[in-house]
């Protein structure tokens, strides 16, 4: 592949090859959002001077450090989100934001919290994916008496300690699952729901949401036992065979958090499209493929990219301003992606 050169650089950024060549030889009389201009070019075309423009650019901007803790390093989903907090750490112009990463390898609270104490003195600011635990909220706490604030992720955890929460509003997100499932169900039947374990809050809001919707909307579905399946592939799949070979009027099924992927292999396996509406979070290739195939009806997807962008930017505010009296919440719409939607085609 032939290597981008500035003429290249120039026209991906709008500007003219002089103007390119002051940025890049950081001469003076040159605006900020030229250079910004030119920086965003420079990372979408994969110019090879993409960092020192990165450098100039923030040089004179104070260091800020961003501990950001995921759940599960080898799942594609949180490989994402690492690669997209990477990425907006980079885009950010009002510091030179260096990011941490840590992973969760288990669901234990004590494993989290560990996680997150290990950060205490090496980070200005923590985001963390992960479950509601005492042990996690009073690793939260000691982390805000020292200075630092920890913001939750997906899922909500620690409230009234953490300094706020981003994501979807996960209530709301089950009733959508639940909408869907209700119209796009060949006839009501039997309705069932996967959630990893009661640990996890934005896994028990869907899950009240999505109950509340046929509660109130959809009374003529009948919903089966919420199913655990402690986030894991093996245990959803054996879950959904079950379910499907014991109940022949399952026409709705939803994954409200991990383990997604054992369902779609069972629903595959034996057939369930356009039998079962079968629901999912998150887009990963093993959701995409579901879709491809219509063994999937509807993923809800986070915004990450713009909850990662929001959060950098709240996090470094915060430092400037100081800590909030009062925790609060940033909601970001669920995107739904269907079989139809442009980016599969």
């Known amino acids: 592949m032939k290597r981008p050169t500035i003429a290249d650089l120039a026209q991906a950024a709008g500007l003219s090859t002089a103007?390119?060549?002051?940025?890049?030889?950081?001469?003076?009389?040159?605006?900020?959002?030229?250079?910004?201009r030119v920086h965003e070019a420079a990372e979408k075309i994969g110019y090879h001077g993409a960092n020192a423009i990165r450098y100039r650019?923030?040089?004179?901007?104070?260091?800020?450090?961003?501990?950001?803790?995921?759940?599960?390093?080898?799942?594609?989903?949180?490989?994402?989100?690492?690669?997209?907090?990477?990425?907006?750490?980079?885009?950010?112009?009002?510091?030179?934001?260096?990011?941490?990463?840590?992973?969760?390898?288990?669901?234990?609270?004590?494993e989290l919290a560990e996680i997150l104490m290990s950060l205490r003195g090496r980070v200005d600011a923590i985001a963390a994916t992960g479950l509601d635990h005492?042990?996690?909220?009073?690793?939260?706490?000691?982390?805000?008496?020292?200075?630092?604030?920890?913001?939750?992720?997906?899922?909500?955890?620690?409230?009234g300690v953490r300094e706020s929460y981003f994501g979807t509003n996960n209530l709301k997100v089950g009733r959508i699952a639940g909408w869907f499932i209700s119209k796009l169900a060949p006839r009501p039947g039997k309705v069932g729901v996967?959630?990893?374990?009661?640990?996890?809050?934005?896994?028990?809001?869907?899950?009240?949401?999505?109950?509340?919707?046929?509660?109130?909307?959809?009374?003529?579905?009948?919903?089966?036992?919420?199913?655990?399946?402690?986030?894991?592939?093996?245990?959803?799949?054996?879950?959904?065979?079950?379910?499907?070979?014991?109940?022949?009027?399952?026409?709705?099924?939803?994954?409200?958090?991990?383990?997604?992927?054992?369902?779609?292999?069972?629903?595959?396996?034996?057939?369930?499209?356009?039998?079962?509406?079968?629901?999912?979070?998150?887009?990963t290739p093993e959701s995409q493929a579901g879709l491809q195939d219509h063994t999937l009806s509807i993923v809800l997807r986070t915004p990450i990219r713009s909850l990662a962008a929001d959060l950098i930017a709240q996090m470094i505010a915060t430092q400037e301003r100081g800590m909030a009296e009062t925790p609060g919440q940033r909601f970001f719409p669920a995107e739904v992606l269907t079989p139809e939607s442009d980016f599969l085609r």
């Open 194 to 283: 996967f959630i990893g374990g009661s640990r996890f809050h934005g896994h028990e809001l869907r899950e009240t949401g999505f109950r509340s919707f046929f509660r109130d909307a959809a009374p003529e579905f009948r919903m089966l036992e919420t199913q655990i399946n402690l986030e894991t592939r093996q245990l959803t799949y054996e879950a959904t065979v079950n379910l499907l070979n014991r109940h022949d009027d399952l026409v709705g099924l939803y994954v409200a958090g991990g383990g997604m992927e054992g369902a779609i292999q069972a629903a595959r396996e034996m057939k369930a499209a356009g039998r079962v509406v079968l629901i999912v979070n998150e887009l």
């Open 19 to 36: 103007t390119v060549d002051r940025v890049l030889n950081g001469r003076s009389n040159v605006r900020e959002e030229t250079v910004r």
């Open 57 to 110: 650019m923030l040089a004179d901007r104070p260091e800020f450090k961003l501990g950001v803790v995921l759940q599960k390093p080898r799942h594609a989903f949180y490989q994402d989100m690492q690669q997209v907090f990477e990425a907006e750490a980079r885009a950010c112009t009002l510091r030179r934001v260096q990011p941490t990463m840590r992973f969760a390898d288990s669901s234990q609270p004590e």
């Open 134 to 159: 005492p042990l996690v909220t009073q690793a939260v706490q000691d982390l805000r008496a020292a200075g630092i604030p920890v913001y939750a992720m997906l899922s909500d955890f620690a409230q």
